[in-house]
């Protein structure tokens, strides 16, 4: 099997408000593609996110994890939005990362890798941002 793309699917209760939300959080005016209604995505990081409108989607919440050179200037920059975000969590000499819930509940965990000394983009030089 060779696969050529991949989307993944989240159930918004609100599809405007949920385009809001996923539109601040990744930098854009709109979404990439509205194929149909109750249906909107949006391309980044090589993938699709597809934001389906479904009344249950608070009882169903989905985790999607999107790896940044920069953690920590992304958890400043979407707090800085208004968006309640969890503090920067560190896995000693793997990664660094932290979690936004969306208006239903999905979660956008944000991580950046380890680098060569062990240390995250949060970094042991600098505690911006991270939890103590």
Request: charged share 25%.
């Amino acid at each position: 099997m060779d696969i050529t793309s991949v989307t993944v699917g989240l159930p918004v209760t609100d599809l405007e408000a949920s385009c809001l939300w996923y539109g601040a959080v990744f930098e854009r005016v709109e979404p990439d593609l509205e194929p149909t209604e109750g249906v909107a995505e949006y391309e980044v990081g090589g993938i699709w996110i597809q934001l389906l409108e479904d009344p249950d989607a608070d009882d169903n919440p989905v985790i999607v994890r999107f790896g940044v050179d920069d953690v920590a200037a992304q958890h400043q920059r979407i707090a800085a939005l208004g968006i309640d975000v969890g503090p920067i969590e560190c896995v000693d000499g793997a990664v660094d990362w932290f979690d936004a819930r969306d208006p239903d509940g999905n979660v956008l965990s944000l991580y950046s890798l380890a680098d060569e000394s062990g240390h995250g983009s949060g970094g042991r030089d600098s505690d911006a941002g991270r939890s103590v």
